[in-house]
């Protein structure tokens, strides 16, 4: 399989625990996103990078949130201290960065679902 | 910032034609996309306008206003396995490149 892959699909965790996601994009392209989304709502913007460059975070990224690409390839997004707002569906899109339309056709993973209790 | 607007849910019969319509504000202006995303699964790609005017491909087709801020997705010969919701995201330029989506319209197809 050569699209964006995640992991883990599921995790459930209690309120105050760190959570680790991570995602492999499409081996050749440059640009990897990571959204957030909620039941009856689109994918919400949580950051993204352009190789290893962290270019822009939302303001929905608060200080609990982090996230690295550190070779240009993977990234991880940690969420410290969860809280019981923090569950939802986080998407990783990967893109080919080249033109603007390219830049937009995102190529989403089938996302990692959090569960805080 | 950017506000984009969608009807929530849209029910049709099988066989039909739908159109959902998407407006958008966006402080800069560089695209406007659809993707489809059946529940569970991942959001995936299906057209992108840039250029006002109407873009066909099979049995989808989006158009696209800029003057007035507005787009639709047609969906023709409707088949049970389009019930799912659709996106409209818009790609402004200015900001970090990102799409930003709007709520979706959660389509059903009726038998």
């Known amino acids: 399989d050569t699209g964006v892959s995640q992991d883990p699909r599921h995790k459930i965790t209690k309120r105050g625990q760190n959570v680790t996601f991570r995602c492999d994009p499409i081996?050749?392209?440059?640009?990897l996103y990571w959204y957030r989304q909620t039941l009856g709502q689109g994918p919400e913007f949580l950051t993204y990078f352009q190789n290893e460059a962290q270019l822009e975070k939302s303001r929905l990224l608060s200080d609990r949130f982090s996230a690295e690409r550190p070779k240009g390839s993977f990234s991880t997004l940690e969420i410290q201290r969860t809280e019981q707002g923090d569950s939802a569906m986080y998407l990783c899109a990967s893109s080919l960065g080249q033109t603007n339309r390219l830049s937009g056709e995102l190529f989403f993973g089938e996302g990692s679902r959090l569960t805080v209790l | 910032g950017q506000n984009i607007d969608q009807p929530t849910e849209m029910t049709a019969t099988e066989g039909a034609i739908v159109q959902i319509n998407c407006t958008y504000q966006?402080?800069?202006?560089?695209?406007l996309f659809w993707y489809q995303q059946h529940a569970g699964e991942a959001p995936t790609f299906l057209s992108y306008n840039v250029l006002d005017g109407l873009e066909e491909k099979g049995r989808f087709s989006s158009f696209l206003s800029r003057s007035k801020g507005y787009s639709y997705l047609l969906l023709k010969e409707l088949q049970m396995k389009d019930s799912a919701s659709y996106l409209c995201a818009a790609f402004a330029s200015g900001s970090a490149r990102q799409l930003t989506f709007g709520s979706g319209t959660q389509l059903t197809v009726l038998p």
């Open positions: 966006t402080s800069g202006f560089n695209g």
């Open positions: 081996s050749e392209h440059n640009r």
